[in-house]
């Protein structure tokens, strides 16, 4: 004789059925939510990653900045000095892309896009470790991130003592002079080398 509709052992079966699926969801849940907790792992590491890598860069075209300053200065130079005060060298200096390379590495990642612009340097990295795939997307994905940082002058170009009523000046006046905060004027002119080279003329940031 068949088993009743509801017989005991029908609804056992069914309620085995429904814990049985219940299981595979709480897997499927679970699975999913440790994948998501490791992609956004991922996503910090890269951020990280991107932001030390574009201050390295920018610490090196600081760097560079300042020792051209001094080389300037010391050879009395003063017309590349005020040259260099209004305006950073070239960030595409081997260096100050090394120094990216190194601190994305340093940080388990690979430097893949690095461009400047003035003062500012970008970079995109791309993280070594990786999600791997699930039975949507079978492809492993990496942390990716961007990131910017520059180079400011802290200190202010001043130009000479204001000329006299009803003169004009021919051309715009050279600056003769430079304001940092907390520190005296320093003249942009023989005997202000140590002075020069001494004050904190920089800011390394990150950029938006």
């Known amino acids: 004789m068949p088993p009743s509709p509801h017989s005991p052992d029908r609804e056992d079966g069914q ?11 709480f897997l499927l849940l679970g699975a999913a939510i440790f994948q998501v907790g490791l992609s956004s792992d991922l996503r910090g590491r890269g951020r990280t990653a991107a932001d030390a890598a574009a201050l390295a860069a920018a610490t090196e075209l600081e760097a560079g900045w300042s020792r051209q ?12 000095v005020r040259d260099l005060l209004a305006g950073a060298p070239a960030a595409d200096d081997p260096a100050v892309r090394e120094a990216a390379q190194d601190y994305a590495a340093r940080n388990d990642a690979q430097l893949a896009e690095y461009s400047s612009h003035d003062a500012d340097i970008s970079v995109g990295v791309v993280t070594d470790g990786a999600v791997h795939g699930n039975l949507v997307e079978r492809a492993e994905v990496h942390g990716e991130a961007r990131a ?12 000479p003592a204001s000329a006299p009523s009803g003169w004009q000046a021919p051309a ?4 003769t002079r430079l304001d940092c905060p907390g520190r005296p004027q320093i003249p942009l002119a023989k005997g202000s080398e140590r002075a ?3 004050a904190d003329l920089f800011t390394v940031r990150l950029v938006s």
Do not use: F, H, I
């Open 172 to 175: 715009p006046p050279v600056p």
């Open 69 to 80: 300053l001094g080389e300037a200065a010391d050879t009395g130079d003063w017309a590349r």
């Open 15 to 25: 309620v085995a059925l429904l814990l049985l699926a219940a299981c595979a969801a």
């Open 148 to 159: 910017s940082a520059g180079v400011r002058l802290r200190c202010t170009l001043r130009p």
């Open 196 to 198: 020069l080279k001494s």
